[in-house]
């Protein structure tokens, strides 16, 4: 997952972990891969790259073992993939669904919790986390 190096980029699988769980967290929703911040394909062949198996399985392989790895594997069941064409680049959108009980991203050591609010993925300390999952789950 690089951003114009060629090389895996470790904080951008974080920021895609804790993109989901936080919409996993909230109502769910979608995150599109190979898609810049102002909305421009970039298609996905930069990520292709990195990888030993140089193609969109391998990709898969990569994007599954970085959210078993951040989110665990009991949440399997709440992300879809598929592989649009984005102007005539091929991109990634995962989907994820509200999930029935509290996805933390584990990350350093240690274990975040993230929920969607305007936008952007939002942490919560211990206290805020208990409190919203009082009305949540």
Same mark, same amino acid.
């Given at each position: 997952?690089?951003?114009?190096?060629?090389?895996? /980029?470790?904080?951008?699988?974080?920021?895609? %972990?804790?993109?989901?769980? %936080? *919409?996993?967290? @909230? $109502?769910?929703?979608?995150?599109?891969?190979?898609?810049?911040?102002?909305?421009? %394909?970039? #298609?996905?062949? !930069?990520?292709?790259?990195? !990888?030993? &198996?140089?193609?969109?399985?391998?990709?898969? !392989?990569?994007? #599954? /073992?970085?959210?078993?790895?951040?989110?665990? &594997?009991?949440?399997?069941?709440?992300? &879809?993939? $598929?592989?649009?064409?984005?102007?005539?680049? =091929?991109?990634?959108?995962? =989907?994820?669904?509200? %999930?029935?009980?509290?996805?933390?991203? *584990?990350?350093?050591?240690?274990?975040?919790?993230?929920?969607?609010?305007?936008? @952007? *993925? =939002?942490? !919560? @300390?211990?206290? =805020?986390?208990?409190?919203?999952?009082?009305?949540?789950?």
């Amino acid at each position: 997952m690089p951003m114009r190096t060629g090389e895996v /980029n470790k904080k951008l699988e974080h920021v895609i %972990a804790k993109t989901l769980a %936080a *919409s996993m967290n @909230s $109502d769910g929703g979608s995150l599109f891969i190979g898609v810049d911040d102002h909305g421009n %394909a970039i #298609g996905l062949d !930069l990520d292709y790259g990195t !990888l030993k &198996k140089a193609d969109r399985d391998g990709f898969q !392989l990569h994007l #599954g /073992n970085i959210l078993d790895s951040y989110l665990g &594997k009991d949440v399997m069941k709440l992300w &879809k993939l $598929d592989w649009p064409l984005y102007d005539d680049r =091929q991109i990634c959108h995962v =989907q994820v669904t509200r %999930a029935n009980k509290p996805v933390h991203v *584990s990350h350093e050591g240690k274990e975040e919790f993230f929920v969607r609010k305007e936008g @952007s *993925s =939002q942490p !919560l @300390s211990r206290a =805020q986390e208990h409190e919203w999952n009082k009305g949540r789950f």
